[in-house]
């Protein structure tokens, strides 16, 4: 049974950092990704990344100031944030595809989400 659990959500101070964890069962995938929904809005993507390494893509929003990173031994995908902003508040959600990391990369697991709050 594949699962994936999120930890790392909190309240930070604008400008503050924090880094989300995400931790992976059941299988191993092609690509990992961090997606958010901020209240009233529809679910954005955020980031993603290759199992591989080779390959990361970044929202507009975040480029510059989050980092997306895996640990394979551990089966983790990881989402440092820095700099941030009251807009990067939301529920992020973990992500995983068996597929390739491409622009139109369907998701096929979903974590249940970890509340990033930032306050102004």
């Known amino acids: 049974q594949v699962q994936l659990v999120e930890s790392g959500g909190g309240l930070v101070q604008a400008g503050g950092s924090l880094r989300l964890s995400c931790t992976a069962s059941g299988r191993t995938f092609g690509t990992m990704g961090w997606f958010r929904q901020a209240p009233g809005k529809e679910r954005e993507f955020v980031a993603a990344?290759?199992?591989?390494?080779?390959?990361?893509t970044y929202a507009d929003s975040v480029k510059g100031r989050f980092i997306i990173s895996r640990d394979t031994a551990k089966n983790a995908v990881y989402l440092q944030m820095n700099s941030l902003k009251a807009e990067d508040t939301a529920v992020y959600y973990c992500?995983?595809?068996?597929?390739?990391?491409?622009?139109?990369?369907?998701?096929?697991?979903w974590g249940q989400g970890t509340q990033v709050t930032v306050s102004s």
């Open positions: 992500a995983a595809a068996l597929g390739r990391t491409t622009p139109t990369t369907a998701y096929n697991y």
């Open positions: 990344m290759s199992w591989s390494g080779a390959i990361t």
